[in-house]
T-cell receptor
């Protein structure tokens, strides 16, 4: 069965510093991969997604992610973090139907 | 972008009562809607998938008689937690997709409903 692992439960980063969130998946075929962000009291918002093609995917809010098949990873990055990026981030993998399997999430705290 | 709303945003109820949660797609027609459950500090767990006008498909381990899902229109799905008990306390999130074309179609998520059963 497919699974998603986000090794980091909580990350604290200074405003203006770079951010990288790790995501590893277990899936037999080429997966559909997603990153979502959840701010307090709000629904999940799609940051970016990978289906095929260029393994470096650009998303909204200045985020990007790179699919590395050899490492079964889909890490999320942002070169310079803003205070508004403080939120919960979820990596998800899709299977050959409608289902998304989510990781446990990584909480990002941004300090001034 | 597409907006999905949920009502209520939070609810407290007594054990044994039933609670209905609404999920609405505000500016698009949702062919498929999904209901998730999220425990504190844990990921979202898919409970069921529903298509407008047909019965919901429940994930393994989810009691369909306890969690009643109705997707009567292209903009509204409801989740009713029947005879709620404290262990049903959780954060319930819905999402909606414009098509039934599969997982590559973007799901738009609602803000969630926090249920506390006393």
């Amino acid at each position: 069965a497919q699974s998603v692992t986000q090794p980091d439960i909580h990350i604290t980063v200074s405003e203006g510093a770079s951010l990288e969130l790790r995501c590893n998946y277990s899936y037999g075929a080429t997966p559909y991969l997603f990153w979502y962000v959840q701010s307090p009291g709000q629904g999940l918002q799609l940051l970016l997604k990978y289906f095929s093609g260029d393994t470096l995917v650009q998303g909204i809010k200045g985020f990007e992610a790179e699919f590395k098949r050899s490492q079964s990873s889909f890490n999320l990055r942002k070169p310079s973090v803003h205070w508004s990026d403080a939120a919960e981030y979820f990596c998800a993998v899709g299977v050959n139907d409608y289902k998304l399997s989510f990781g446990a999430g990584t909480t990002v705290t941004v300090r001034a | 972008g597409a907006v999905v709303s949920q009502h209520p945003s939070w609810v407290i109820c007594k054990s044994g009562t039933s609670v209905k949660i609404e999920c609405r797609s505000l500016d698009f027609q949702a062919t498929t809607m999904f209901w998730y459950r999220q425990f504190p500090k844990q990921s979202l767990m898919l409970m069921a998938t529903s298509n407008e006008g047909s019965k919901a498909t429940y994930e393994q381990g989810v009691e369909k008689d306890k969690f009643l899902i109705n997707h009567a229109s292209l903009t509204l799905s409801t989740l009713t937690v029947t005879s709620a008990h404290p262990e049903d306390s959780s954060f319930y999130i819905c999402s909606a997709s414009e098509t039934s074309g599969g997982v590559q179609e973007t799901q738009y998520f609602g803000p969630g409903t926090r249920l506390l059963v006393l």
